[in-house]
């Protein structure tokens, strides 16, 4: 089983930004990508960006050019970096992970953290 915890949502203004965290236990598990989506009322789950264990990402057209994936591998931890925030940009965020252990894929979620971008 992996575990993720998210830190970092709250109140932001528009144009302001926020850090979001992922933090994975592995628990010899393998972590391969890992990605953000979010979740806005009434709507369907959304990739925000996504990022390999080897550094590539991937952004929604949405947020790119606003938004930066990183992540710390010895920590097992990806970031969100949230720049020029809009109130459209207002949802759950959750975290997603890539993970492997004896050939086998599996994927986890973390619980969200909620992002609301507000006067």
């Known amino acids: 089983q992996v575990q993720l915890v998210e830190s970092g949502g709250g109140l ?23 990605g953000w ?5 009434g709507r369907q ?3 925000v960006a996504t990022i390999t264990s080897g550094g590539t990402t991937n952004y ?11 992540r710390d591998n010895a920590k097992n931890t990806v970031y969100l970096e949230m720049n020029n925030l809009k109130p459209e940009d207002t949802a759950v965020y959750y975290c997603k992970a890539e993970a492997s252990r004896w050939r086998t894929t599996y994927y986890y979620w973390g619980q969200g953290t909620q992002v609301t971008v507000s006067p």
Do not use: H, W
């Not at 989506?37 to 009322?41: I, W």
């Open 12 to 34: 932001v203004q528009p144009g302001g930004s926020l850090r979001l965290s992922c933090a994975a236990s592995r628990n010899s598990f393998s972590i391969n990508d890992m």
């Open 37 to 41: 989506y979010r979740q806005a009322p």
């Open 45 to 47: 789950r959304e990739l």
């Open 60 to 70: 929604a057209d949405t947020v790119k050019d606003r938004f930066t994936i990183s």
